[in-house]
């Protein structure tokens, strides 16, 4: 991306000056590219391109996201601009600030360090979401018994009929799920998506921002701490929850089964709409780490995966 590139979204966009000194690349996930941009004499602007999403789907639970939380001052980026074309840049973004400091893993493993980061978690879902405004800013509300509707369709335009026997297997038990308040959820909530700034720790990536039930936003944690920090770091992210928020905890093991189903699934359709090496490598790498995960789900449900088995074999 050059810096002639950046002024003509900036241009796009609205946002002044549009004169860029430098353009540096700094995040191409699987989701979209991260841009730092630098102007002369204002500070420096983040640019979030929606690559994976070009119908700007992403973009835009995002941009509520932002506008939901810093109504109630929680610790996420502010929104500066957003562009739903995908002219000039070939793909939805938004603006948002510059944030400078640190990832969170870079704290460790250590009990204080997971207390903290699993603090910003626990007051996240403490939220009573403002219904009114979650509507006025397009926040989607979801509950257990939408869960299997929603994935079943997303099953036919995949074609994983692999999938189905897990997933009725979860829909069969979401009508039985404990009821528990609906909350808003980040839905990526790991180190990696947190920034240690000078006013304290910044939670990014807001791409899956909704209202349902934490337990979700929860296993989701715990699946991707026990993959990539390992079981002992996600004992002790549950156990910090579980001492912030005692209530509310029950039938845990269906929303586990959940965010291993929907991880795998993820996958597969990446991988079979094909990716740039480097992204491709870290897919193919979190296929490995999930293997311990795709065992328990396929212990708990009695069920195995066609197209989740020709990864392992």
């Known amino acids: 991306m050059q810096p002639e590139d950046i002024e003509n979204a900036l241009v796009a966009a609205g946002i002044h000056p549009t004169s860029v000194i430098r353009v540096e690349e700094v995040g191409d996930g699987w989701e979209c590219r991260v841009f730092r941009v630098g102007r002369d004499g204002v500070d420096d602007v ?37 562009h739903e074309s995908r002219d000039p840049l070939g793909a939805p973004f938004v603006l948002i600030d510059w944030l400078d400091g640190p990832l969170a893993d870079s704290l460790g493993a250590s009990h204080e360090a997971l207390d903290e980061l699993t603090g910003l978690l626990v007051r996240l879902h403490d939220i009573t ?24 369709a997303a099953l036919d335009e995949g074609d994983l009929d692999g999938f189905r026997p897990a997933l009725q297997w979860l829909a069969e038990r979401a009508r039985d799920i404990e009821a528990v308040p609906l909350s808003y959820v980040h839905m990526d909530f ?31 944690s715990l699946l991707l701490a026990e993959a990539y920090m390992g079981s002992d770091t ?24 959940s965010a291993v189903w929907r991880r795998l699934a993820t996958i597969t359709v990446m991988l079979r709409e094909g990716l740039p090496p480097g992204v491709k490598d870290q897919v193919l790498e979190g296929v490995r780490l999930l293997e311990p995960a795709y065992r328990s789900l396929t212990e708990a449900t009695g069920t195995t995966i066609n197209e989740v088995e020709g990864l392992y074999t």
Not at 49 to 56: E, K, R
Not at 137 to 150: E, M, Q, W, Y
């Open 46 to 82: 983040a640019l979030r391109l929606y690559t994976a999403d070009p119908s700007g789907g992403t973009m835009r639970t995002e941009v509520a996201a932002y506008r939901a939380l810093e109504q109630i001052e929680y610790p996420a980026p502010r929104l500066l601009a957003q």
């Open 129 to 152: 979401p403002d219904r009114e405004a979650a509507a006025r800013h397009a926040v989607a509300v979801r509950t257990n018994r939408d869960l299997p509707a929603g994935r079943s």
């Open 190 to 220: 790991h180190p990696r998506n947190v920034i240690l700034t000078r006013r304290g720790p910044v939670v990014i990536d807001w791409g899956g921002f909704a209202i349902t039930d934490p337990r979700s936003d929860l296993a989701w």
């Open 234 to 257: 996600a004992a002790r992210i549950l156990s910090a929850y579980a001492n912030r928020r005692p209530d509310g905890l029950e039938d845990l093991s269906f929303f586990r089964v």
